[in-house]
């Protein structure tokens, strides 16, 4: 019989609460047995609450754990390159949170490391999994809009619920983070749109601060081109009035409407007609991923999300953010007084 993958978690916050956490004790092949947090009483708590047999306040405990085969790196994007490539030089496979790193630069040198030492890289791109998902490709890719001709995307959240500068979580800021909600959200649509319709090139876009409650960008704007020539366009605004969200694939013979957060059913729309798919996320959302990426580290499948397909996704959003940031190239995190805001 073969040996499961015997998984160790740094960072156990709240993502891995149910989205995540749970699905590595319930997927075939897989277990969870370390989990770690810089503090220690926290990580014990954890792993009491989820009969986990073993806590760390030292992540590099846990990577060294002869118990512990493969890592998931679940803490925020400042960390991601620094234990990546510890859990690399380690020689045991990684599962790392989305995006990849806060920039492309530091996604290509994980990549790049990863691929040198011959070890497996897997990125949180978890909604290639998802039945709702599963479904717009299957539509797509069976001709049912005809040629794809257009996409538009559009996600705005309202202002007041914008953080306080004096209490700024992390999220917000860019050394942790990459750079604001944009990072963190657009990141899962623009990665989707990547696996339903292929890379997105050329892409470009500009980035603003419009509501000046915080540093990092809060309104983005983009267009691209599919790899079968049709125009997309996208628009961030997490300053706005209403909460809306929503992605339309476009083709000449139908179009097909869903919402890359939402449970909403999925809608397409033909001359026959309109069908819904009402397919419902999991309780826990990333279960049906790391399905995949356990089958695929026990030979018995493949993984949808690696770091090359994260990485395109990188370059996607640094392209967008540029203009807002000067350079996305180097530590532009430290550069505050020059960013758009600051001009």
């Given at each position: 019989?073969?040996?499961?993958?015997?998984?160790?978690?740094?960072g156990?916050?709240?993502?891995?609460?149910?989205k995540?956490?749970p699905?590595?004790?319930?997927a075939?092949?897989?277990?969870l047995?370390?989990v770690?947090?810089r503090?220690?009483?926290?990580?014990?708590?954890?792993?009491?609450?989820?009969?986990v047999?073993k806590w760390?306040d030292s992540a590099?405990?846990?990577?060294?754990?002869?118990?512990?085969?493969?890592?998931?790196?679940?803490?925020?994007?400042?960390?991601?390159r620094?234990?990546?490539?510890q859990?690399?030089?380690?020689g045991?496979?990684?599962?790392i949170?989305?995006?990849?790193?806060?920039?492309?630069a530091e996604?290509?040198?994980v990549t790049e490391?990863?691929?040198?030492?011959?070890?497996p890289?897997f990125?949180?791109?978890?909604?290639?999994?998802l039945p709702?998902?599963?479904?717009?490709?299957?539509?797509v890719?069976a001709?049912?809009?005809?040629?794809?001709t257009g996409v538009?995307?559009?996600?705005?959240?309202?202002?007041?619920?914008?953080?306080?500068?004096d209490?700024?979580?992390?999220r917000?800021q860019?050394?942790?983070?990459?750079g604001g909600?944009?990072?963190?959200?657009?990141?899962?649509?623009?990665?989707?749109l990547?696996?339903?319709?292929?890379?997105?090139?050329p892409?470009?876009g500009?980035?603003?601060?419009?509501?000046?409650?915080y540093?990092?960008?809060?309104?983005?704007?983009?267009?691209?081109q599919?790899?079968?020539?049709?125009?997309?366009t996208?628009?961030?605004?997490?300053?706005?009035?209403?909460?809306?969200e929503i992605v339309?694939?476009?083709?000449?013979?139908?179009?097909?409407?869903?919402?890359?957060?939402?449970?909403?059913?999925?809608?397409?729309?033909?001359?026959?007609g309109v069908?819904?798919?009402?397919?419902?996320?999991?309780?826990?959302?990333q279960?049906?991923?790391?399905?995949?990426?356990?089958?695929?580290?026990?030979?018995?499948?493949e993984?949808a999300?690696?770091?090359r397909?994260a990485?395109?996704t990188?370059?996607?959003?640094?392209?967008?953010l540029?203009?807002?940031?000067?350079?996305?190239?180097?530590?532009?995190?430290?550069?505050?007084?020059?960013?758009?805001?600051?001009?």
């Amino acid at each position: 019989m073969q040996a499961p993958i015997r998984w160790g978690i740094i960072g156990c916050g709240n993502v891995t609460e149910v989205k995540s956490g749970p699905g590595f004790q319930l997927a075939e092949g897989s277990e969870l047995v370390a989990v770690m947090r810089r503090n220690g009483a926290l990580a014990e708590d954890y792993a009491k609450r989820h009969g986990v047999a073993k806590w760390y306040d030292s992540a590099a405990a846990l990577i060294d754990d002869p118990d512990v085969t493969a890592v998931y790196i679940a803490t925020p994007p400042g960390t991601h390159r620094e234990y990546a490539l510890q859990v690399c030089a380690a020689g045991k496979p990684a599962y790392i949170e989305k995006p990849m790193a806060r920039n492309f630069a530091e996604s290509l040198e994980v990549t790049e490391a990863f691929e040198r030492a011959g070890v497996p890289l897997f990125v949180a791109y978890y909604r290639r999994a998802l039945p709702r998902f599963l479904k717009v490709k299957e539509i797509v890719d069976a001709g049912r809009l005809g040629r794809v001709t257009g996409v538009y995307v559009r996600h705005t959240s309202p202002a007041k619920r914008s953080p306080n500068w004096d209490n700024l979580p992390w999220r917000f800021q860019a050394e942790e983070a990459g750079g604001g909600l944009f990072l963190d959200l657009a990141a899962h649509t623009l990665d989707i749109l990547d696996y339903i319709l292929g890379a997105l090139h050329p892409v470009a876009g500009r980035a603003a601060n419009n509501g000046g409650r915080y540093a990092v960008e809060d309104g983005i704007a983009m267009h691209f081109q599919t790899p079968n020539g049709a125009l997309g366009t996208a628009h961030w605004n997490f300053m706005g009035f209403a909460k809306e969200e929503i992605v339309i694939i476009e083709g000449a013979e139908g179009r097909v409407s869903f919402s890359v957060f939402g449970n909403e059913p999925v809608k397409l729309e033909t001359e026959g007609g309109v069908e819904e798919f009402d397919l419902q996320n999991p309780a826990h959302v990333q279960r049906p991923f790391i399905q995949t990426m356990v089958n695929a580290l026990l030979g018995k499948g493949e993984c949808a999300s690696d770091g090359r397909t994260a990485m395109r996704t990188a370059r996607v959003m640094d392209i967008a953010l540029q203009s807002y940031y000067g350079s996305r190239e180097d530590a532009f995190w430290l550069r505050e007084s020059e960013w758009g805001a600051k001009r």
